[in-house]
């Protein structure tokens, strides 16, 4: 249930009313010029820029990952296909997808990455991560294992050239 207004408070909110409308009814003519001018190159701003380019994402065929050792306290980069496993110790890495905003707009890249581990002596698979992994936040969405840090550094597109040097799985320690 609403609480009534007071005598007080209906008058405060006429006054109040009163003189804005005095106001607007008494502003100067350059005042409502400037104001209308306004408007139409705000609506105008956000018409063109609302005609820009797409924003979505892209796949990508290769996914650039690096991983840390933390026994060891080393690190590798490596560039794999979509769809490649690439083993490092005794986790497996997979990447099934890899997307990439338009270079022109926030670079993002984000991977689907699954890895799993085969311990001895059973040998038997176990998930350690299976889930989306982005670049420019490692933490939002980070593997936990005890030995290994896998995280994702960019998705390059078929033809481009790995700026590292490195090859396609080469420099991941087995």
Known sequence: MAMPLSPVHVMIARMIGSCALLWAWSAPRAVWVGFSVFCVLAICFFVLT????SQEMTDRPRARLQALDKATARTAAFTMDV??????????IRVTACRAAPELA???????VQVWEEEPPEFRPSWVFSGWMFASSPAVSAMDH???????????????????GDEQGKGVPS
């Open 146 to 164: 005890a030995v290994y840090d896998v995280w994702v550094v960019s998705c390059l597109p078929a033809g481009a050239e790995d700026k590292e």
């Open 106 to 112: 926030e670079p993002e890249s984000a991977a689907f």
């Open 83 to 92: 769809g490649q496993t690439v083993q490092m110790g005794s986790i497996f």
């Open 50 to 53: 609302a005609r820009g380019e």
